[in-house]
């Protein structure tokens, strides 16, 4: 049949997870025209796509919630990381707190989006042609939309279930006794071991590159009782922008070696027993920065780490004597039992920078030295993290520029916000920002706080464009390059870096200077007329 005709809006919102939905709620309360499409089918984002067996977040509560007090004084989590299953549960509970229901369309994949320069607008396409025009095109679209599946020969040929664990399927397969791999050792990977190595018949594990996790140190909760009072939530969520990462903790004042090696010794003790991610952010503060304080870091955890593993050839696949990389400047993963794995009998790691994969066959997954018969191959090799979600939307700027092509080369952003050459066009948790070094939800408020009142500022002053100058984007972009060569980052082969997909070019996707810097550069250019763009 024919199309609708396209809706007119202020403002479009691109993705229905933690960025996205702070800003339904934001702009509509400021009195916008506002609607959310996403491809899901349900609010949650990455936790409505990814519900494979043991998806938990590793950032406790209360940090990984709105700071809201009409949500957190009612809402009860289970517990301290909670499970993919109960964010969802937490995203429905928000969705009707906050009324967000009616401005949102799931099942609606954005293709495109084109500028039009002379009514200063956004003409939004979906998968099945529908039609948006809005003022401001705010894409909330996280770093993990586009998964990264690598091209082993043979994939075609497996008979087997093949699986990326983000389009999990929603029927559970039943794993029980049957033989399972999985690729992949990030978070997904570590979560995925933990869970499927106590149903299988066998397990396999493949690992190219060591997690150099650390003990989540989960806690249930039972009634009321949470691991920070509710009295305590205000000031509680206000030093969130005050941490690097976005968290209640800090780094530590002092350097690793400030401190006697007994001093430092009970620091780390003290640190790993607190668990979550304490060990890596709430450390010395030269930690990420210098090579020294970052091995005797390594060492710690190496120690630690070996005393749970029984075989010596094991222990030096997931904690080599000789460090692989900077402790910390490769995401560390959370984890619940993870190397006592591979004491069981049925648990199998391959080392594949000892013996890679060869080829799929039909039964399995043949590697230089053996084949692996399989019913299930989980392939938890991550995405084309941060840049790949935006670019894979066919978007266009001013004189017909595309993004992808923009980028091509190297990603340019000014902020980490906004893009010259593509007016009233935002994102968060994108390139150049603190994104994934800083936990999400403070990320969506801060960002998005500043999105909001960008948008009524604009209108306070009768403004109906604002782009980022090319100057000012070239100088982000050294700014990114010049923080991030401070730390250990651009020496560690990782996505923060481009490196975990080929032919991407390599660069910090990150902002490492830190949340509280960031929001205080975003929040001086904004005081000072948004210092860099050009508005009219
Ligand atoms: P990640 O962290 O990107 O992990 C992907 C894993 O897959 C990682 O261990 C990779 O090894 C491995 N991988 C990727 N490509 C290959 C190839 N070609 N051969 C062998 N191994 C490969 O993704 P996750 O889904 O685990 O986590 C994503 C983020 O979600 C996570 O960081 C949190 O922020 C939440 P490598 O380390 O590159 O050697």
């Known amino acids: ?52 067996p043991g998806a938990r977040v590793d950032s406790t509560i209360p940090h990984y919630e709105f700071s809201d007090p009409l949500l957190w004084k ?39 989006a084109s500028w039009d320069d002379e009514t200063a607008k956004w003409h ?76 299988a018949k066998d397990f396999v594990l493949f690992q190219r590159t060591p997690n150099l996790a650390l003990p989540m140190k989960q806690i249930e909760y039972t009634g009321d009782e949470q691991t920070i009072p509710h009295k305590q939530y205000p000031d509680f969520f206000a030093g ?68 749970r593993i029984q075989d010596p050839d094991l222990q030096e696949s997931l904690a080599p004597e000789i460090q692989p990389h900077a402790f910390g400047c490769k995401r560390i993963s959370l984890e619940n039992g993870f190397y ?7 648990a199998t790691l391959v080392d594949m920078k000892r013996t890679p994969i060869v080829e799929f066959t039909e039964r399995g997954i043949k590697t230089v030295d053996r084949e692996f018969e399989l019913d299930y191959i989980i392939c938890a090799t991550g995405f084309d993290a941060i840049t790949g979600g935006l670019k894979q939307i066919d978007i266009t700027g001013v004189a017909g ?18 893009v010259a050459g593509f007016p009233n066009m935002f994102f968060t948790y994108g390139p150049q920002a603190p994104t994934a070094f800083c936990n999400g939800p403070t990320c969506a408020e801060l960002q998005g706080e500043w999105i909001v009142q960008m948008v009524k500022d604009m209108d306070s002053a009768g403004l109906t ?9 070239d100088q982000w972009a050294q700014d990114i390059w010049k923080l991030a060569n401070a730390t250990l980052l651009p020496k560690t082969k990782s996505w923060y ?40």
């Open 240 to 307: 969130r922008s005050t941490s690097f990462s976005g968290f209640s903790f800090n780094f530590l004042p002092r350097a690793t070696f400030d401190d006697t090696p007994e001093q430092r010794r009970q620091t780390y003790e003290d640190l790993w027993a607190k668990g979550d991610f304490h060990f890596w952010l709430a450390t010395y503060y030269d930690m990420l920065f210098t090579e020294e304080a970052n091995k005797e870091a390594y060492d710690f955890w190496k120690a630690k780490v070996r005393a």
């Open 401 to 418: 520029q595309k993004l992808a092509q923009k980028w091509e080369n190297g990603t340019k952003t000014y902020l980490g916000l906004c």
């Open 1 to 52: 049949g024919s199309l609708p005709p396209p809706i007119e809006l202020d403002a479009l919102v691109v993705g229905a997870g933690f960025g996205g939905v702070y800003q339904l709620k934001r702009l509509r309360e400021e009195g916008y025209k506002v609607k959310l499409v996403d491809n899901a089918s349900n609010w949650g984002g990455v936790w409505y796509w990814n519900r494979y």
């Open 465 to 473: 464009k604002i782009e980022a100058k090319s100057d000012v984007e």
């Open 497 to 536: 870096m481009g490196d975990n997909i080929p032919g991407k070019p390599r660069e910090p996707l990150i902002y490492l200077g830190g949340v509280p810097n960031y929001y205080k550069t975003i929040n001086d250019c904004a005081q000072q007329g948004y210092k860099g763009f050009v508005r009219a």
């Open 340 to 346: 006592e794995i591979f004491n069981q009998p049925n």
């Open 74 to 112: 009612e809402w009860r989590w289970k517990q301290r990381f909670p499970g993919s299953a109960e964010l969802r549960d937490y995203f429905a509970f928000v969705a009707e707190r906050w009324d967000l229901d009616r401005d949102a369309q799931f099942n609606t994949l954005v293709t495109a």
């Open 124 to 199: 939004i396409t979906t998968q099945t042609g529908q039609q948006f025009i809005a003022r401001y095109l705010l894409l909330n679209t996280g770093f993990s939309a586009k998964r990264h599946i690598p091209n082993w020969p043979g994939i075609e040929k497996f008979r087997g279930t093949f699986v990326h664990p983000s389009y999990w399927p929603k029927e559970e397969p039943d794993l029980k006794g049957k033989n399972i791999a999985v690729i992949g050792t990030g978070s997904t990977g570590v979560q995925l071991a933990q869970e499927l190595s106590k149903v």
